[in-house]
């Protein structure tokens, strides 16, 4: 593995006001300030968006399924590392291991990343990428983007809503509620309407910590 290379760390995922429908994965090096978003889609976004939040879903989602096949065979997901094409677009190398075979596999970034949380594989980039695209942690924090492993993305059916008010179409319901609602919402496999209620109950512990 090259000297260079910096591990990342998942930070969270934030809804990316400038292209709809859009989402950026925030990646954050160990032990220092700079930190790297990625533009993902909907989808990848609500998968990590659940191993974020701990989600349970019913049934197993892509990356699930992809990280059972692993398992079944032996196959270890030794690494990740994030690289840019010319075109500005990321990408990864993903390293696969079965005994004294290995090999090196071209994907999506976001799909790297999302089975790498499933398998507990480390992620990294290098340090000249890093400092080319990374941003500092206290312009890019948060605070003022609202990224946080502890807040949901958005459903996209909220979207428009959420753009035009505040106001919360759960704030009229309990905990106790929004909860029953929650997971009603995981066993039907609507996502979406599951993030957007995580999203209330995530406001209202914010409040009384």
């Known amino acids: 593995m090259e000297r260079d290379l910096v591990r990342l760390n998942i930070v969270g995922i934030t809804y990316n006001q400038i292209e709809n429908g859009m989402y950026a994965m925030v990646l954050e090096e160990f032990d220092g300030s700079l930190r790297l978003p990625i533009i993902i889609g909907y989808n990848e976004a609500q998968s990590i968006e659940c191993m974020l939040q701990k989600i349970q879903t019913p049934r197993p989602l892509t990356h699930e399924f992809a990280s059972e096949i692993l398992g079944s065979f032996d196959i270890v997901m ?26 090196v596999i071209d994907a999506r970034s976001s799909d790297a990343i999302a089975l790498a949380m499933r398998v507990g594989a480390p992620v990294f980039t290098s340090r000249s990428l890093l400092e080319k695209c990374g941003i500092d942690k206290e312009s890019f924090s948060p605070r003022n983007l609202h990224v946080s492993s502890r807040q949901s993305i958005p459903a996209k059916k909220a979207i428009e809503r959420v753009k035009n008010s505040d106001v919360s179409p759960f704030q009229e319901e309990s905990m106790e509620a929004l909860k029953r609602m929650m997971e009603d919402a995981v066993r039907r496999e609507d996502y979406e309407k599951a993030g957007e209620i995580k999203n209330e109950i995530d406001r209202r512990q914010a409040a009384t910590d």
Not at 81 to 102: C, H, M, P, W, Y
């Open 78 to 103: 030794e690494s990740v590392v994030i690289k840019q094409l010319e075109n500005g677009i990321f990408t990864a190398d993903v390293t696969l291991s079965q005994g004294d075979r290995s090999c």
